[in-house]
């Protein structure tokens, strides 16, 4: 990618936590953005933001996909953040819970896949970015089994969209943060029924830096990937975790 040249970039999930911080660190990078995300009252604020367009998507749906084709043609660089924490052991694991997980975290990173990648390919240029976890291929979590199944699953998609299309000039890659301070984690744990101050100890406690993860951290890289700089890395799962996983 020309490192002059404004980006367009289709940021998933952008109405809070990292999807935001990604759009707001492309933005500052002098990008054009995308916005999408399934509460698009979440989107409000970045409405009549310079370079900066907010549509609603529901991941899940492959009609809101092919709506949006218009741009997805267009697009230089996807990062897509949309995805859901589940939590249970192998044996808490039903049928609907599967199919639902592997929808939203897996499925829907397919079909914008698909989306995006005949327009890069026909450009010989495109930078495709995946918001995974630690909690995956690259680490065992107690209690996380359909949530590490499925990001370990994006791992392995990303990777097979680097191998298949590096002459191509796409890039693929996937980011894989530890514990974030997010709105998204602040729910997980008022909703667990307990308490809620010992729980955020216990999240911080495992961290090695003795603190968690900020949504700009994460931002930080998914900005760099998707700039010339990073023009010779692809296939990666970049953990971004505090020193959970050394």
């Known amino acids: 990618m020309n490192s002059k040249k404004t980006k367009t970039c289709l940021v998933t999930a952008a109405g809070q936590g990292i999807g935001r911080a990604i759009v707001d660190g492309l933005l500052s990078a002098g990008h054009k953005v995308i916005a999408t995300d399934r509460d698009v009252a979440l989107l409000e604020g970045l409405i009549g933001v310079e370079k900066c367009e907010v549509h609603e998507l529901d991941v899940t749906e492959p009609a809101a996909i092919a709506a949006l084709s218009h741009y997805t043609n267009t697009v230089d660089v996807l990062c897509h953040c949309a995805g859901y924490v589940d939590s249970g052991t192998v ?7 599967y199919d639902f997980n592997f929808q939203l975290n897996v499925q829907s990173a397919v079909r914008l896949a698909q989306a995006v990648l005949p327009g890069m390919v026909s450009r010989n240029d495109g930078a495709l970015i995946f918001i995974s976890s630690v909690a995956s291929a690259i680490k065992g979590v107690p209690n996380r ?6 990001k370990a699953a994006l791992l392995g998609l990303s990777k097979s969209i680097a191998a298949d299309f590096v002459a191509e000039g796409i890039r693929s890659n996937c980011i894989c943060p530890g514990t974030v301070e997010t709105p998204s984690l602040s729910e997980r744990i008022a909703e667990s029924g307990s308490d809620i101050m010992a729980q955020r100890k216990e999240f911080i406690a495992r961290q090695p830096m003795g603190r968690l993860g900020r949504a700009e951290e994460i931002a930080a890289l998914a900005v760099f990937l998707s700039d010339p700089m990073a023009g010779f890395m692809t296939g990666q799962a970049l953990a971004i975790d505090g020193g959970w996983t050394i």
Not at 91 to 97: C, F, V
Not at 145 to 150: A, P, Q, R
């Open 145 to 150: 089994s359909i949530y590490g199944t499925t």
């Open 91 to 97: 044996l808490d694991i039903t049928d609907a819970q």
